[in-house]
């Protein structure tokens, strides 16, 4: 029941929002206090209390029926509806100061809904409509630029995948003996979630997006669209066991995931500008993400969420720092934003996994389980993170030749950056608060 | 209600290899022209085929309802295409008599004239009608190759072109409204397939929202881009 609400209220504070929208603090303001509290309440409400809703008794986490579709609240989509609503709330904070577009509020409330919609709703190819509509709703937040169009393409064909699949496996529990059907299945959903994840070689979007758009709503794509991704993909494999099972999909995961991380990686190394710098780092996380996942072990799970949680960090620090640098640079002002190139350079080195950020407590971790059987692989790792920095060491001899800034006072845009920068490195050292809870 | 499921049952009349050239055409008029008008009119032309299809398959309520998308779809795009911003980037490369100086057409002789004022096909048109041969041979290959459950075999036909040419108008395009074609056309190939294993009203009511939205993302995209 309580995932309902959630789906409720976020999509129906689309429409305070968006009357909002010409005050656009007081929308923003709103999407926040809404992302939060609903995100809280995912967090801390026990799903087995009863509470009474006109003169009816409900359970938190009552499955109900909605349209003969069932909506449920299991504990991964509790975690999950949880990271969406807290990572959403963060962005409206963020974008209060960094964001100039009056539509970043409702849009972004409602792709929420849309998106927790579709981690609560069964069977799973609503989700995957679901989730379609909100990843087409989130390109009404970019510019118009290249990246955008292909974003959508690559949305788009990854949707018929899942669903016929979806129909292979009905199919499959009539004829069990037809086990053609299963691997046609799992090669459509792999073949589905590499273009929503932008593995190699469907990865072209991922830098194109942030090399143009706004830096905002591109977090918003990489963290909470793409976390959704991440989250269905791990319903796939709970609901689906054969799935992970199969004798090709480690092999194939590893591949995919090194392929990922080697060619953002090398990537990373150019000079292509700081939003592209944005996506190589996203791909050599994903890559991360999706070996780790390939590993299929307990501690590779909880690996995995721990991942997310520090990549979503290093995304959201960096793209903030972005947006800083975009504002002055796009103002009247000629000055350049200290904060902003720090917040930059701390998210940037999070997503690298460079010690002492948050990145480098997941991927120490990741280390240790690689090193022990694949030494190879965990140095192509290692040196895939490189790249990254070497990028960044290559961009900021440009960035700081704007010269020194002139003193001003500290905006509030400067606290959230420094307390986001701060948080990456304070995190990192004192991981226990973000992992082993 | 009635009337509109009388017509319906009129033109699921076509449904078979009237229907089929009828959609070869309207994707040959999608694929290979420039002006934004003859595209529009050629989308439109396929969301009716598409929906006489539909009618060996569905519900005639339901293909009713998959018209309506299109009508919308269609009306939003060809709105979109006539903006003001958006049609002076395109004045110019279209296939008709724009771009000539009035003194030029002045001094020359009337049938020169009203030559000029014909139709003209853009420079790519060959590789666009190439292409459109070559999607036609690989959905017909891929049909009696791998034939696909619960249709007919010419609605599987129809299927496979659907997806081709949406795959080649999209990774041809230049422009968001480009792209936006082609994926539409190619969710139109999926949602006639699709609409036979999932004969579920929510389901097509999603697949129409999402052609919708897709159409309002390309829409804004490209009057972002025009600035």
């Keep these: 029941m309580l995932a309902l609400i959630g789906v409720g209220v976020s999509l129906l504070a689309v429409i305070p929002a968006y009357l909002l929208r010409r005050w656009r603090g007081v929308a923003l303001l709103l999407g926040a206090i809404v992302s939060a509290a609903l995100g809280l309440g995912f967090a801390l409400i026990p799903m087995d209390r009863t509470f009474l809703l006109w003169g009816r008794e409900f359970t938190a986490g009552q499955a109900v029926t909605v349209f003969g579709r069932s909506i449920l609240l299991d504990p991964l989509s509790q975690t999950a509806l949880t990271f969406l609503f807290l990572i959403g709330a963060a962005l409206f904070l963020l974008a209060w100061p960094l964001e100039s577009g009056e539509l970043y509020a409702p849009i972004g409330l409602g792709v929420l809904g849309l998106l927790v919609a579709a981690l609560v709703v069964r069977p799973l190819v609503y989700a995957m409509l679901l989730l379609e509509l909100a990843a087409t709703l989130s390109v009404l937040l970019l510019r118009g630029e290249v990246g955008g169009a292909r974003y959508l393409t690559f949305c788009v064909l990854a949707l018929p995948g899942p669903l016929v699949a979806h129909w292979l496996l009905d199919m499959y529990a009539l004829t069990p003996d037809q086990t053609g059907l299963l691997s046609t299945a799992s090669l459509l959903i792999g073949l589905s979630f590499a273009l929503m994840l932008g593995l190699v070689p469907f990865h072209s979007w991922v830098p194109a997006l942030a090399r143009a758009e706004s830096p905002l709503a591109v977090a918003l794509i990489y963290s909470a669209v793409g976390g959704t991704v991440w989250f269905l993909l791990l319903d796939y494999l709970q609901t689906y066991l054969w799935l992970g099972q199969s004798p090709y999909w480690s092999s194939a995961l590893t591949l995919l995931g090194v392929g990922t991380a080697v060619v953002g990686g090398l990537l990373g190394t150019t000079r292509r500008g700081w939003g592209a710098l944005l996506g190589y780092g996203v791909m050599v996380d994903t890559g991360m993400l999706v070996l780790v996942l390939g590993r299929g072990e307990a501690v590779g799970l909880e690996l995995e969420r721990a991942m997310m949680l520090t990549r979503t960090w290093g995304v959201l620090t960096m793209a903030a720092g972005l947006a800083a640098l975009g504002v002055r640079r796009g103002s009247a002002e000629p000055e350049w934003s200290p904060w902003g190139a720090v917040a930059a350079a701390a998210g940037l080195l999070s997503l690298a996994g460079f010690p002492p950020t948050v990145g480098f407590v997941s991927r120490w971790g990741l280390y240790r389980l690689l090193f022990q059987d694949h030494p190879l692989t965990a140095l192509a790792l290692l040196l895939a993170s490189a790249g990254p920095v070497v990028g960044l060491l290559r961009m900021l001899p440009t960035a700081l030749q704007s010269g020194v800034p002139p003193r001003r006072a500290l905006a509030l845009t400067d606290l959230w950056l420094a307390l986001a920068s701060l948080g990456a490195v304070g995190l990192g050292l004192f991981p226990q608060f973000l992992i082993y809870r | ?227």
């Design chain 2, 1 to 227: 209600m009635g009337t509109f499921l009388g017509w319906m049952e009129r033109i699921s009349a076509l449904a078979g290899p009237p229907a089929m050239a009828g959609l070869i055409l309207a994707l040959g008029l999608v694929l290979v022209a420039r002006r934004w008008l003859f595209r529009v009119v050629g989308m439109a032309a396929v969301y009716f085929f598409v929906g006489v299809l539909h009618t060996q398959i569905i519900r005639p309520e339901v293909v009713l309802v998959k018209l309506l998308v299109g009508a919308v779809v269609c009306l939003a795009l060809g709105a979109t295409g006539q903006a003001p911003a958006i049609g002076s980037g395109r004045r110019g490369e279209g296939n008709g008599a724009g771009g000539e100086g009035a003194a030029e057409a002045a001094t020359s002789s009337r049938w020169r004239t009203l030559l000029r004022r014909l139709p003209r096909w853009s420079d790519d048109a060959p590789l666009r009608a190439l292409a459109l041969g070559a999607a036609l041979l690989a959905a017909y290959a891929g049909s009696l190759r791998f034939s696909l459950p619960q249709v007919p075999s010419l609605v599987g036909l129809a299927c496979y072109l659907l997806g081709m040419v949406g795959l080649f108008l999209a990774g041809m395009a230049e422009e968001p409204l480009e792209v936006g074609l082609g994926l539409l056309v190619f969710l139109n190939g999926f949602d006639l397939f699709f609409g036979a294993l999932e004969p579920s009203l929510v389901v097509a009511g999603l697949l129409g929202l999402v052609q919708f939205l897709i159409t309002l993302a390309v829409a804004y995209l490209a009057l972002a881009r025009a600035g």
